[in-house]
């Protein structure tokens, strides 16, 4: 059997020879690429995506992660991160076959206005087979998916998040055809889950009836003058945020101080963060990363990002774990304490990682800590975040990228997993697969 073959049929039923098949295709020419894009056609329609409602499965939001830290792991850590990572999207509910053998023939005229229309009409099923008559997605399409669903934060903004970095999933596989319509179909068929408009609606009603726009512009505040914008967002009622929130904005805030009091916010919130809930509280940042990539002008959107940080519980400081003093330390010593589940210290080294502008290697370090957790432990959301911290580095002012940086190497010490999973890929990698 062919390696093509072999992975096609791991792909429809998962074996115990899953990791033996991924490691034979990738071990082809483009075959990480190819693996990818077979692996996208096959899951996307045989998933049970309704079962998950309101939830979604992160499989295949996290295929796009990975994709995306590439250039910060080494050729072991990424291939060991992708087969744990399509292992998971392989094992997530399935259809019934009745019900698969009906997403398998459904397919669309390809036409804007009925995808619009059966997205607003809130008709997954006829959305997704609509955009499988699409000839061949482009960028443009995803992004009009977008904005459709912008200020519609159900199960707290993945509509716009899916669009987003589904899109970035279809680049990174050099936008395929085939692939790129179950891409599609898949954030249309979301986009067509009931709607959630109650923080956009409730900025709107703020914002009155002046024009108000923010302007991407990079951020001119610093950590004291955002510092009245980060306990706003933190310690505010619902109501109290939006008031201060939209003022900011109608009063001419930018995109980039906007962003950075969210980022910092979003960090105090991840220190607060209870041992079980380290992994959702860490969405904030993977929804804020993706204003990076749509960079929305709309104070809606922005509001309602301040009311998704808002959400989360915000402690004491007292009750925070602090970094450990006086930690002189390397990439390596961070990430060993990060897996020996040290959050103290592993915090302390970033600190000072951080400081003697090494910042780069503690993006590095997690992003190799994110690999040796099976993302069935956690939903994908270590390496989720970890992505989303490569993103928004590049916005940020320094004092915001260290809060962030510290906040997730906390988070990662807090919730390390097993690692089985992983030790099996590496092996079958070492093996070639069997051949």
Known sequence: MTPEARWQQELEVPTEAFFAAFAARVAGPDGVREALREAVKALVPRIDWAAYQPHLPHGILGLRAVLRLRPLLAEGSFLRALATQAHMAAHEGRLPAPALAQVAAAKGSGQWRNLEAFIRSRRPALAYAEAQGFEGPEAGDFERLGRLADTDMANVGHKAVLASDLADLHERLGRPRATGRRLLGLAAWLAATPEDTFWARRAARRLGDVEVTVPWIPAALDGAGLAPQVRDICDLGLVGLLDAFTARLKAGQGAGDALAALVLAAAEKQLDARRDLEGKTAWAF??????????????????????????????????????????????????????????????????????????????????????????????????????????????????????????????????????????????????GGGK
């Open 286 to 431: 993977v929804y804020l990363a993706s204003l990076t990539r749509t960079r929305p002008t709309d104070p809606r959107v922005w509001s309602q990002a301040a009311a998704l940080v808002n959400l989360f519980p915000t402690d004491e400081p007292e009750e925070r774990i602090r970094p450990a003093e006086g930690r002189a330390a390397d990439a390596e010593a961070l990430l060993e304490a990060i897996l020996d589940a040290e959050p103290a210290v592993a915090m302390g080294y970033a600190s000072t990682l951080v400081a003697d502008g090494r910042g780069e290697g503690v993006l590095k370090a997690l992003a190799e800590a994110s690999t040796r957790n099976d993302p069935a432990f956690n939903h994908a959301h270590q390496v989720l975040a970890v992505a989303a911290a490569a993103d928004l580095l590049p916005h940020l002012p320094p004092f915001a990228q260290e809060a962030m940086l510290v906040a997730l190497v906390k988070s990662l010490a807090n919730s390390q997993g097993s690692g089985d999973l992983g030790s099996l890929a590496d092996r079958a990698l070492a093996a």
